[in-house]
């Protein structure tokens, strides 16, 4: 995955979870990532969709996490952002005349299946309470 959104959601989430309860503005949690709050923002948004995050508007407003950390896995904030294409996708057709080319797409999708449920299986070994624990 290339695209930073595991880092960013992961940041969010030890940040809330730091916070005990107490609602945290997008604002400073832009100011821990070092990105704009509109990137926050969407990022909360997909999190709230995967029932990770509340959020409460006005002033007083923020984010908090939706569940204690010890019951969120590293594995649920993986399929929270998970990518469309886990190792990526080739961006042209292979030769269909080639030995190769004709099943390349099919052997690359078994092997991309097996790597992410790999992965999966060893982010699901963690809690988030767990990963901020390397924090203290």
Not at 17 to 29: D, F, I, N, R, V
Not at 45 to 53: A, K, T
Request: proline share 5%.
């Amino acid at each position: 995955m290339s695209n930073g959104r595991f880092a960013i959601s992961v940041h969010i989430l030890t940040l809330l979870a730091g916070e005990s309860g107490e609602w945290c503005p997008s604002e400073y949690l832009a100011g821990s990532i070092n990105i704009n709050p509109v990137l926050v923002r969407k990022e909360l948004i997909n999190l709230r969709n995967h029932g990770l995050v509340l959020s409460k508007e006005g002033k007083s407003g923020g984010s908090a996490l939706a569940k204690p950390a010890a019951s969120i896995a590293m594995s649920d904030i993986y399929e929270a952002v998970r990518p469309n294409h886990f190792l990526g996708k080739s961006v042209n057709e292979p030769n269909p005349n080639c030995p190769v080319g004709q099943q390349i797409n099919q052997h690359l999708e078994g092997l991309y299946r097996e790597s992410e449920r790999v992965l999966l299986a060893s982010l699901g070994k963690m809690t988030l309470a767990e990963f901020c624990q390397k924090f203290n």
